[in-house]
């Protein structure tokens, strides 16, 4: 069975401070490693999907990259607008037994930044 | 609308009631897909459509939970004889293709059963 775990739950940064979310994962055959932000009371927003190990992804103050066995979120001078919480889920190749259709998703990561 | 738009926002019912949830996915994504997000716990898979069929199913919990797809758009998930464990937020998603494109998520129903 497809595992995913996010580390921390929880994180409190102050405006500028950089840090790292993780997230470890567990799968036969790995097709895409996706990171999400949802807002309370919003659906996930889709952020970054990483293929292979080595792979880097970036996207403003936000860089996401990808191990055998785990990805990271780097977060470099947070804003107040990045809390938020942090989705990491597996998609699993197909014919690797099971489902390849669905997305396996963490606990997520709650951060806030505080101003 | 340019997103995935699911209605209503949020139902509440009586136990034992039966709850019709709705999904308007993105226009052109073949692809479409019903999650559950319980308090405290992950995102957890339902159910996968490819057009108007279901090739996965394996998410649903029991045999109260069902849903269907009509002309390759519109789903819903139904319901029957809810139960208060089915409280939860009932999140849909679409994509372009069933196994390489990224999923794009609605906001979700929010489902409180009394």
């Known amino acids: 069975e497809d595992q995913v775990t996010q580390s921390p739950e929880a994180l409190r940064l102050q405006e500028g401070e950089s840090s790292s979310l993780n997230c470890s994962y567990t799968?036969?055959?790995?097709?895409?490693l996706f990171w999400y932000r949802q807002d309370p009371g919003k659906g996930p927003e889709f952020l970054f999907t990483?293929?292979?190990a080595g792979e880097e992804k970036e996207k403003e103050r936000l860089k996401a990259t990808l191990t055998k066995k785990e990805s990271f979120l780097h977060i470099t001078a947070p804003k107040p607008e990045d809390s938020a919480t942090y989705l990491c889920?597996?998609?699993?190749?197909?014919?690797?037994?099971?489902?390849?259709?669905?997305?396996?998703f963490g606990k997520g990561t709650l951060l806030t930044v505080n101003p | 609308g340019a997103g995935v738009s699911q209605s209503p926002s949020n139902k509440v019912t009586e136990k034992g009631k039966d709850v019709e949830l709705r999904c308007d996915p993105i226009?052109?994504?073949?692809?479409l897909y019903w999650y559950r997000q319980s308090l405290g716990q992950g995102l957890e898979f339902l159910i996968y459509?490819?057009?108007?069929?279901?090739?996965?199913k394996s998410g649903l919990p029991s045999d109260r939970f069902s849903a269907e797809r009509t002309g390759g758009s519109v789903s819903t998930l139904t319901i029957q004889r809810t139960q208060q464990e089915d409280s939860a937020v009932y999140l849909c998603?679409?994509?372009?293709?069933?196994?390489?494109?990224?999923?794009?998520f609605g906001d979700g129903t929010r489902l409180s059963i009394l």
């Open positions: 459509f490819q057009g108007n069929s279901a090739p996965d």
């Open positions: 889920a597996v998609r699993r190749i197909p014919n690797s037994g099971g489902s390849n259709y669905k997305l396996t």
């Open positions: 990483l293929y292979s």
């Open positions: 226009s052109g994504h073949t692809a």
């Open positions: 998603a679409s994509s372009q293709q069933g196994s390489l494109g990224s999923q794009h």
């Open positions: 799968v036969s055959g790995l097709r895409g």
